[in-house]
């Protein structure tokens, strides 16, 4: 029985072997970040910081003959990270401030950080003036007067992630979708406004 012939064109080249050890290490790098961050997570078993409206005011509601809204209302919001262990970062803060469909304000602000176990405070004056309703809006107003209730609608969203060390989390999402409610005079209604779950 003849012999194999084994010729040049059957050994692995330098290349492929250096390219195999490469991967290798990387697989391994890989294997060993994830149980480094993995074991982190189970050790911190930090939480996800979440943003609520803590205080909201309706100064002024006017409604002119004309079928013209003026409006003034007093919203502070409130970053919190309640980790003892972690560092949060926030960007993307954007939420839009409507009156039954109809976009008064957007209120946006610049990346932060909040420390450990610590939050931070916003405050927004919105004063939209000359805003024109249509009649279904204007039928809206006088419904809302006639109540002594008055409706805003609060909607946006926050990036967010913790941070220990050089670690860092993926970024999550906090959403706000509720409503803010006022009387005439401009109390607020317990109105709860909060992307923490429940």
Not at 36 to 56: E, H, M, N, Q
Not at 152 to 158: S, V
């Amino acid at each position: 029985m003849p012999r194999p012939i084994i010729g040049s064109q059957r050994r692995t080249h330098p290349l492929i072997w250096c390219a195999a050890i490469i991967c290798t290490i990387c697989t391994v790098i890989v294997i060993i970040t994830g149980m480094v961050i993995f074991i982190g997570y189970l050790a911190i078993r930090p939480k996800i910081p979440f943003v609520s409206v803590t205080y909201a005011r309706l100064d002024n509601f006017q409604y002119t003959q004309g079928g013209v809204l003026n409006t003034e209302i007093n919203i502070v919001f409130k970053a919190e990270n309640d980790n003892v262990q972690a560092h949060a970062s926030f960007s993307d803060f954007g939420y839009y401030l409507s009156f039954h469909g109809l976009k008064i304000a957007r209120l946006q602000n610049n990346p932060f950080e909040v420390d450990k176990n610590g939050s931070a405070y916003f405050n927004y004056d919105v004063k939209s003036y000359s805003i024109p309703l249509d009649p279904d809006h204007s039928a809206i107003v006088d419904r809302s007067y006639k109540q002594n209730r008055i409706a805003f609608d609060l909607i946006g969203h926050t990036r967010t992630r913790w941070r220990v060390g050089p670690l860092k989390s993926v970024k999550f999402w906090l959403r706000l979708n509720c409503e803010l409610t006022f009387q005439v005079d401009g109390n607020s209604i317990d109105s709860h406004c909060t992307s923490k779950s429940k």
